[in-house]
């Protein structure tokens, strides 16, 4: 960050990593902030056909995902610190295990998919089910994206970079945080 | 003006604005058939009229693109352009590709698909054009200093060309026909267009405010950021009728709202660097432009689209006047008052003009910006009268145009205020200043 610190960033030069990533970082937040306005509205609407969906989704999973993705999270906080102590082999293998935690979320997202779409459930089933895949589909591409940025970070490995690259999976995690409770359990 | 092939672009500078007259020309027209139908009724049908008019705006708007483009790049690249002689061949095809077009139109002949009405020789011939004038940039792009506006410039042109190529894709199912059609115009007005606008603005800052240029460039990667992040999947919002999955609605009311971030960006943008910088320049004219452009983008493309973007709304105002308002208001803003600002910066440049005309054209800027606003509430009104009346009362359509008179006898007087106001514009730029028209007498029209 030290080549942005002195230049026209403003506010955003304050933050870890590139200011761009974090113009992203925001604008993603506001794209999931308004697909969770809208799933409250839909909540406020309809209650009953939110609660029928709700009835149908599997907490285990879900929560073993929350597990899974706290873990990567707190793996690519590590990451960074090694790399600012010039651990470089230490800072990539848990850059490694990071995402490889993220393509583990992914399998565990997929055996979810696959089992609302054997009973049916689809994205044009009701509002509810296009909110929940809309959401958590948005959110899975985001967990993609994040591991090939994570790898190229890696590879790439400044501590400008790996600050970039953690900010983003950091953000990957929080907004799988906030979307837990709000679709899954929140009843 | 450093580079003696700068000289260019004022043929292009020129085609465009014998084309921005002739399309508020036809603008005024087809205001008058609203107000009086029968007017030229045999010679000259509403639909051929309204061809001219929307076919002539667009073809002026990316001439004055090529333009921008021509004297941009060699002052960016500090090197002369790459051929000249191309350049020149390059307008007169595209001139004469257009008029041919229009003649064509004339006589019935095009085919039919709003705004690509061309006929396919016509459209082969524009990927020509195209073509010769990619090769001529880049190649002086490539031989010359690269900076991030050459870049970003370069890179909404080749989008221009590569999204116009989805105009020789016609489907016969009606669903696809529309899906791959919105890939032409909005990701055109809402996706490359804007890295064109960011650019150019960019330039005319750093020309005009003397603002340091690693600043201004950080400003606009954030700018087209923010447009390509809003703007891609903001085509959403046309597939909410036209027989695509619900989800649709979603995907584009989320992303079309945020489209509204990359103009205010550049509201924020232009005034700061004028702040910061300063408004020692002495061409007065071309920064009220360079203003004007942003905050009016912002309100006619940001905000007059927001008002029907949402889902839920836009299923009652869908092709009310409400849609019309928000088109007159956005292309005026964003890519008229663009082009403008470019030209009065850059012509008396070319033509070593030192006393131009700056007083009349900034009468021309407030003739017609206040013509197209006056326009744009008429229109917005008829637009939620429309509204009320015909998708929430149910009255029949053609009841609910009788009780529209009002509003569009108001907007065909804006839109004679406008053409007023345009050819002050064409006039300021196109004749010499007088001896008293120097930057003395610029103060008091303040």
């Known amino acids: 960050m030290s080549e942005n610190g002195e230049g026209g960033w403003g506010a955003l030069s304050e933050l870890p990593g590139n200011p761009l990533m974090w113009v992203l970082i925001l604008s993603e937040l506001l794209v999931f902030g308004a697909l969770l306005v809208g799933f409250a509205a839909v909540r406020l609407l309809h209650p009953q056909m939110v609660l029928a969906g709700q009835s149908a989704l599997s907490i285990p999973l879900g929560g073993l995902n929350t597990l899974i993705l706290v873990t990567s999270g707190w793996l690519a906080a590590h990451a960074v610190r090694l790399r600012s102590t010039g651990d470089i082999g230490g800072s990539r293998r848990r850059l490694a295990g990071a995402g490889a935690l993220g393509l583990a979320f992914l399998v565990v997202k997929g055996f979810e998919y696959a089992d609302k779409a054997a009973q049916g459930l ?41 600050e970039t690259g953690a900010a983003f999976w950091h953000m990957v995690d929080l907004v799988w945080l906030i979307l837990f409770p709000l679709v899954y359990l929140l009843r | 003006m450093k580079y003696e092939s700068q000289k260019v672009a004022l043929y292009y500078f020129a085609g465009a604005l014998g084309l921005f007259v002739a399309q508020v020309l036809f603008g005024v027209i087809l205001g008058t058939i609203v107000v009086a139908p029968n007017t030229l009724s045999e010679l000259l049908p509403f639909n051929i009229a309204r061809m001219i008019h929307t076919n002539a705006l667009i073809v002026w708007l990316l001439m004055g693109f090529f333009g921008c483009a021509y004297y941009l790049i060699p002052e960016e690249s500090e090197t002369e352009l790459h051929s000249p002689k191309l350049a020149i061949l390059q307008f007169w095809l595209f001139l004469i590709g257009a008029a041919a077009a229009v003649v064509g139109y004339l006589f019935r002949i095009h085919e039919g698909r709003e705004f690509l009405e061309q006929p396919l020789w016509i459209k082969l011939a524009i990927v020509v054009v195209a073509l010769m004038f990619l090769y001529n940039v880049t190649m002086t792009v490539l031989k010359g200093r690269k900076t991030a506006i050459t ?15 989805f105009s020789l894709y016609n489907p016969s199912n009606l669903i696809l026909d529309k899906v791959f059609w919105w890939w032409v115009v909005h990701l055109w007005v809402e996706g490359v267009w804007e890295l064109v606008m960011a650019a150019v603005l960019a330039f005319l800052m750093i020309k005009m405010t003397g603002v340091d240029r690693e600043v201004v460039e950080k400003w606009l990667y954030v700018i087209i950021g923010l447009a390509l992040f809003s703007g891609i999947l903001g085509t959403g919002h046309h597939y909410y009728w036209i027989g695509m999955p619900a989800y649709w609605q979603w995907i584009g009311s989320v992303f079309s709202t945020l489209e509204v971030a990359p103009f205010f960006a550049m509201v924020v943008f232009t005034f700061m660097m004028v702040w910061k910088g300063g408004r020692t320049h002495p061409n007065k ?46 292309f005026y803003g964003a890519y008229v008052m663009l082009n403008i600002a470019m030209f009065t910066y850059a012509m008396p440049n070319l033509l070593k003009r030192e006393p131009y005309n700056q007083v009349l054209n900034m009468w021309g800027f407030w003739v017609t910006s206040s013509g197209v606003t006056f326009m744009t509430f008429a229109l917005t009104f008829a637009g939620v009268v429309q509204t009320h009346l015909q998708r929430v009362m149910g009255m029949g359509f053609m009841e609910v145009q009788d009780a529209l008179g009002l509003f569009y006898w108001m907007r065909l007087g804006a839109g004679v205020a406008t053409l007023v106001g345009v050819v002050l514009i064409v006039w300021s730029l196109a004749v010499p200043g007088g001896k008293r028209a120097g930057a003395a007498i610029a103060q008091p029209a303040e």
Do not use: R
Not at chain 1, 137 to 148: K, L, N
Not at chain 1, 151 to 159: R, S
């Open chain 2, 151 to 165: 870049n970003v410039l370069l890179l909404g042109l080749w989008g221009i060309a590569v999204f116009f190529l």
């Open chain 2, 285 to 330: 004219a071309a920064l009220l432009w360079s203003l004007g452009c942003s905050v009016f983008a912002f309100f006619g493309a940001g905000v007059w689209g927001f008002l029907h973007t949402l889902a839920p709304i836009n299923y009652v105002t869908h092709g009310t006047q409400v849609t019309a308002a928000h088109g007159h208001l956005a």
């Open chain 1, 122 to 162: 689809g994205i044009e089933t009701d509002t509810f089910w296009t909110l929940f895949y809309l959401t958590t589909g948005f959110h899975a591409a985001h967990v993609v994206m994040g591991i090939i940025i994570l790898a190229i970070v890696g590879w790439k490995n400044t501590t400008e970079n790996l």
